[in-house]
């Protein structure tokens, strides 16, 4: 987690390496390997398999290493010629073998082919580890065990070395750690995709946790997002009406902006000035004076990680994830702001509800005409239903092709399910099969309506709520009638307080306004 300091002076603990992926889908693989070796291609289609197959423990120890985008292109060969070879040498060693023998060997299959993986993903860092993190948290398929040590990956990956950690602070603020910091912890408490986080203590006596970009990832993420075409096509694999230009642009846009950490810290001052005050959503404070393009330097926020809260009683596991749900929704409707990166190692948890929340490098600001969209949406599918001016909606926002041979119950049965948990007044339980089944359903290749669908700009992050938010509401196990909770939220409702964390929320809100 980024907290518990005890005391003033720090302590240090190895970080923890052990990462676990599932066995690849062959095909897939190989295309993704055959497509020239372009990381975000590889990216997409190793997410699909991942969300599909089984998975196994494993253990990672290689560290960050910067690389061009030809040894990114190299590791991914490499990783799809060792898989080829393992499972080659897998199925040779079972044509004479027993049932039980080859059960056996087919297990040992899995785990050697999972290991490569996780290694390939831990060590490439930028946009392959951020589909290894996803791959750890949207599918109710993980064991428990393996959901516990894929978890590294979101908070606990390969570190870099002290001295390159070291080194880009001084690059950036002009003095070494040890300079700057009072005291300073050489060993990281959180290392994932773009940079690793540190704890210190500043010259004035503030506990902080400082983020150090790593050296090269800009180039390796360029690497992974420069071959737009070939992304294109990737792509239109598993949506073949897909108009891929604009997404590629808004997913280069946002990745490239949170290699600027000077526009996360923006980012989140937003959050925080917003969420000042608020009872129980928490935004850590950033020192400027600490922090430029590749180090930032913020509050150093207390509480327990998933892993931890995802074991506390059940009310509290309830309005923690009631929490999580009124952050993003208030953010998304009121403050027009999505923060786009909804995953478990984002969130630190407190008893009562308590949720702070990390990470503002890939947010997404909205303009009303956008959030009116999202409102049209909703009262024509759940409000007020008109499943054909729902139909209109889609085409004119380019969701849908327009005249597309469908019939409209199949359009509206299709998006229904993105709004299956809001959709009745009821108390429900948000489940590990209820969060993987809405995932499925955006890489549902097999559904006729998929053929027509199209993801514009504006959807492209809100999608992380089906993909992210959803598991890990239902890692926690939360239960709630969302649907009240959400017309609380939405403004074309307003609804009064529906729970104690609502009535918590409104007078924060009425204060707000009132300027108190």
Not at 234 to 240: A, E, G, N, T, V
Not at 243 to 255: M, N
Not at 359 to 385: A, N, Y
Not at 442 to 463: E, G, H, I, R, T
């Amino acid at each position: 987690m980024w907290g518990q300091l005890p005391s003033c002076r720090l302590r240090t603990a190895p970080v923890g390496q052990t990462s676990r992926v599932r066995s690849p889908n062959r095909a897939r693989f190989r295309l993704a390997v055959a497509s020239g070796g372009t990381a975000l291609f590889g990216t997409v289609v190793v997410g699909v398999w991942l969300l599909r197959r089984r998975r196994r423990s494993v253990r990672s120890t290689r560290p960050w290493v910067p690389t061009s985008r030809r040894a990114r292109t190299a590791q991914l060969a490499r990783l799809g010629s060792r898989v080829g070879k393992t499972q080659v040498s897998g199925r040779a060693r079972q044509v004479f073998a027993s049932a039980a023998r080859r059960e056996e060997l087919d297990r040992s299959v899995e785990l050697r082919t999972a290991q490569q993986v996780a290694e390939t993903l831990g060590s490439m860092k930028g946009v392959m580890m951020k589909l290894g993190q996803m791959a750890s948290y949207v599918d109710d398929g993980l064991s428990e065990t393996y959901r516990a040590a894929m978890a590294q990956l979101q908070a606990d990956a390969p570190p870099m070395a002290p001295e390159l950690a070291a080194g880009v602070v001084e690059e950036e603020l002009g003095g070494s750690p040890e300079a700057l910091f009072a005291e300073w912890d050489p060993v990281p408490i959180a290392a994932a995709s773009i940079g690793q986080v540190h704890r210190a203590i500043t010259r004035d006596g503030e506990p902080v946790a400082v983020k150090v970009q790593y050296p090269g990832v800009a180039e390796a993420m360029a690497a992974d997002l420069d071959n737009t075409d070939l992304i294109a096509r990737s792509l239109r694999l598993l949506f073949p009406s897909l108009e891929p230009s604009a997404l590629v642009t808004e997913l280069r846009a946002r990745f490239t902006e949170e290699l600027d950490y000077r526009i996360e810290a923006a980012n989140q001052k937003l959050f925080a000035d917003y969420y000042a005050g608020h009872p129980f959503i928490h935004i850590p404070a950033i020192r400027d004076d600490l922090s430029g393009s590749r180090v930032l330097t913020m509050e150093l926020a207390v509480g327990s990680r998933l892993e931890v809260a995802e074991k506390w009683p059940k009310e509290e596991r309830d309005l923690a994830g009631e929490a999580i749900f009124r952050f993003v929704f208030r953010s998304l409707y009121r403050m027009h702001a999505f923060n786009g990166d909804p995953h478990p190692g984002n969130y630190l948890f407190r008893p009562g509800g308590h949720v702070t929340f990390l990470d503002f490098g890939l947010v997404k600001r909205f303009q009303p005409s956008e959030i009116h969209i999202f409102e049209e949406m909703l009262r024509t599918l759940v409000l007020e239903p008109d499943h054909e001016q729902f139909r209109r909606i889609m085409e004119d926002v380019g969701l849908l092709a327009r005249g597309a041979p469908l019939d409209t119950e199949d359009v509206v049965k299709f998006y229904s399910r993105f709004y299956e948990l809001v959709s009745t007044d009821r108390t429900t339980p948000l489940t590990p099969q209820f969060a993987s089944r809405v995932a499925r359903q955006l890489f549902a290749v097999s559904d006729p309506v998929v053929k027509y669908c199209n993801v514009p700009s504006m959807f492209v992050v809100v999608q992380r709520i089906n993909l992210g938010l959803y598991a890990v509401l239902a890692q926690l196990g939360s239960e709630a009638n969302w649907r009240r909770v959400a017309e609380e939220l939405w403004p074309i409702v307003d609804a009064p307080p529906s729970t104690r964390l609502g009535e918590a929320e409104a007078e924060w809100a009425r204060n707000r306004r009132a300027g108190g």
